[in-house]
């Protein structure tokens, strides 16, 4: 699809989708930033996904029937599994003692680790300019961080370790059959890591048995990250992604609104300055790969 073939009401239906999705996702970890504070970060994801998973089912049944759980390249999705798992276990340490803004900021540099990982994984050509925004977006990072101001920030190393495994996950994505849709891929990256969290909250003695209100929460987390990635993946296919994902960056937004009306967080001056080259780093490489994708022939 491309832009031309979409007009303006539907472009912003796909917006709005998606602002919606990545709300419902910035919501889900305001759950998992109130529940790390009592539970282990496996725990967590193990209620997490003991909730998603028959509401992942129950998804890909109704839209792809029995044909939604075959897969070519089980290993790869066991994989992306371990990854996101990874990813989710740092985002969520980070929590424990950052703003839900600034761990998002700092996340937020995920594109930019999948495009400096692309020329080693899938072997793709980033032009010079590409590589001068990269280089940008990661000053953005340690604008964040500040190192070597304070020990406390050292923590800020977690949501970067989530962003470059995350990274990882959306690589790994490419080795699959790109006959599998969106959902069988979000079947395997809930059930898998159900699983092994299983395993893991058999073995570890010890941790707090949930109450009511953690399983509100875990429900709430579970609904919300869902649906954020259902919509999401409904508002790829509505409008290309030239049109929805500089949308994705409105997730500091909403963290930071979420921050300061559940959690009485106010980002500094830092974490906005370095959010905002971070974005606009990340908004520069996607013009860039999108330019590159209509023109393969241009210096990109």
């Not at 049944?61 to 599994?81: E, Q, S, W, Y």
């Not at 050292?154 to 790109?178: E, K, N, S």
């Not at 409008?239 to 963290?255: E, G, K, N, R």
Request: aromatic residues 12%; contains cysteine; charged residues 10%.
């Amino acid at each position: 699809m491309s832009d031309m073939t979409v007009s303006k009401e539907q472009a912003g239906r796909a917006i709005g989708v998606m602002c919606a999705g990545i709300f419902c996702l910035t919501l889900s970890d305001a759950f998992g930033k109130e529940l790390v504070q009592r539970f282990d970060p496996f725990q967590i994801l193990f209620l997490r996904n003991l909730i998603s998973l028959p509401i992942v089912v129950a998804l890909v049944l109704a839209l792809d029937g029995k044909a939604g759980f075959v897969t070519k390249r089980p290993l790869i999705h066991l994989g992306r599994a371990f990854l996101a798992l990874g990813a989710l276990w740092c985002f969520f340490m980070a929590l424990r003692s950052m703003s839900l803004a600034g761990a998002t900021a700092l996340a937020m540099t995920a594109p930019l680790f999948t495009t400096a990982l692309s020329v080693v994984l899938l072997r793709e050509h980033v032009g010079p300019l590409r590589w001068l925004a990269l280089a940008i977006g990661f000053a953005g990072a340690l604008v964040i961080v500040r190192p070597g101001a304070d020990a406390v920030q050292l923590v800020a190393l977690l949501p970067l370790g989530a962003a470059f495994l995350y990274a990882l996950v959306m690589i790994a994505a490419r080795w699959i059959d790109p006959a599998e849709t969106p959902r069988t891929l979000m079947f395997y990256l809930t059930l898998f890591p159900f699983c092994i969290c299983t395993l893991w909250v058999g073995f570890v003695a010890g941790w707090p048995a949930p109450q009511g209100v953690d399983w509100l929460l875990a429900g709430g987390m579970a609904i919300t990250g869902t649906l954020g990635i259902t919509m999401l993946t409904q508002a790829f296919r509505m409008a290309p992604p030239s049109v929805v994902a500089p949308f994705d960056y409105t997730a500091l937004i909403w963290a930071s609104g979420i921050g300061w009306l559940v959690f009485a967080e106010l980002p500094d001056a830092a974490t906005w300055l370095g959010g905002a080259i971070i974005v606009g780093a990340g908004l520069f490489v996607l013009w860039r790969e999108q330019r590159a994708a209509r023109n393969p022939r241009s210096n990109h």
